[in-house]
Nanobody
Framework: QVQLVESGGGSVQAGGSLRLSCGAS????????LGWFRQAPGSEREFIAA????????LYADSVKGRFTISRDNAKNTVYLQMNRLIPEDTAAYYC??????????????????WGQGTQVTVSS
């Protein structure tokens, strides 16, 4: 079992920055991959970024590449999402998720088996 709790959401103007955090408990933190997803009202949940177990490999959606950075601190059981140059289209509920499988490192929602409750990010123009 993995429990995930996100924090750091809020409201910001376009061009601003936010850093989301997700603390984990339960299973050994370094034993699973972590990802960030987001979901806007009326839209499907979409992949944003993911990080491998040791933090050496990252994946990003094209829409956030160069603006967002995912990282993890295995000593603190925390994964981060640094979001820079935010735009109104980034407005959504953001979720962190854990992939405890040993399948190929992926971006599919269905590959992640534990989810946090989400934190809202609102970007105004």
């Amino acid at each position: 079992q993995v429990q995930l709790v996100e924090s750091g959401g809020g409201s910001v103007q376009a061009g601003g920055s936010l850093r989301l955090s997700c603390g984990a408990s339960g299973r050994t933190f370094s034993s699973y991959r972590l990802g960030w997803f987001r979901q806007a009202p009326g839209s499907e949940r979409e992949f944003i970024a993911a990080v491998s177990r040791n933090g050496a490999t990252t994946l990003y959606a094209d829409s956030v590449k160069g603006r967002f950075t995912i990282s993890r601190d295995n000593a603190k059981n925390t994964v981060y999402l640094q979001m820079n140059r935010l735009i109104p289209e980034d407005t959504a509920a953001y979720y962190c998720a854990a992939d405890t499988s040993y399948r190929i490192f992926g971006t599919a929602v269905g590959q992640y088996d534990y989810w946090g409750q989400g934190t809202q990010v609102t970007v105004s123009s």
